[in-house]
T-cell receptor
């Protein structure tokens, strides 16, 4: 198994631009999580899906952030418009509901200038 | 709401020594999971060990073991015979069993193993 795949690995953009982060969970997993890691706030959950349905998006910081999971093998996290304070590492993780073990992707390091 | 606290921002030991990382948590749940994740400089999050709260026996994985004290809400990680490759950030995390299975993380402990 290839594990959780995230793209891009690095993204540098200018303030105001739209950013789309992508995630492919492990095949067979039915829960998907988006986390953000910053020095100030550590690792925090943004949103998670069960069976492609968003369950808890209370961690999404603002309306500028949106996430979708159109099918079991793909999810996106979009920031529009991006701001310098969105600079962080964004992780996607997946699990098989009931086993409580989450497998993380390599993360996307986002820099907003 | 659940919270996880790691009181040691940084630790440093010599290779082959034993080191213990501390973690406390707060929850009103009775059934939950606790985890230790390792994040090396590559930034990949790697699961080190997990503990089910309903199990009294402490989990072990090779050189890694935990000391789980449910009443005290304490969950420490012991690394025996430390190796240079153990150098990383270590995060303690909590997850309830039923319902929302999101992970709540502590702030992390930066562990350095010196040669």
């Amino acid at each position: 198994d290839a594990g959780v795949i995230q793209s891009p690995r690095h993204e540098v953009t200018e303030m105001g631009q739209e950013v789309t982060l992508r995630c492919k969970p492990i095949s067979g997993h039915n829960s998907l999580f988006w986390y953000r890691q910053t020095m100030m706030r550590g690792l925090e959950l943004l949103i998670y899906f069960n069976n492609n349905v968003p369950i808890d998006d209370s961690g999404m910081p603002e309306d500028r952030f949106s996430a979708k999971m159109p099918n079991a093998s793909f999810s996106t996290l979009k920031i529009q418009p991006s701001e310098p304070r969105d600079s962080a590492v964004y992780f996607c993780a997946s699990s098989f509901r009931g086993l409580n073990e989450q497998f993380f992707g390599p993360g996307t390091r986002l820099t907003v200038l | 709401a659940q919270t996880v606290t790691q009181s040691q921002p940084e630790m440093s030991v010599q290779e082959a020594e034993t080191v213990t990382l501390s973690c406390t948590y707060d929850t009103s749940e009775s059934n939950y999971y606790l985890f230790w994740y390792k994040q090396p400089p590559s930034r990949q999050m790697i699961l080190v060990i997990r503990q089910e709260a309903y199990k009294q026996q402490n989990a072990t994985e090779n050189r890694f073991s935990v000391n789980f004290q449910k009443a005290a809400k304490s969950f420490s990680l012991k690394i025996s015979d430390s190796q240079l490759g153990d150098t990383a950030m270590y995060f303690c995390a909590f997850s309830i069993i039923q319902g929302a299975q999101k992970l709540v993380f502590g702030q992390g402990t930066r562990l350095t193993i010196n040669p």
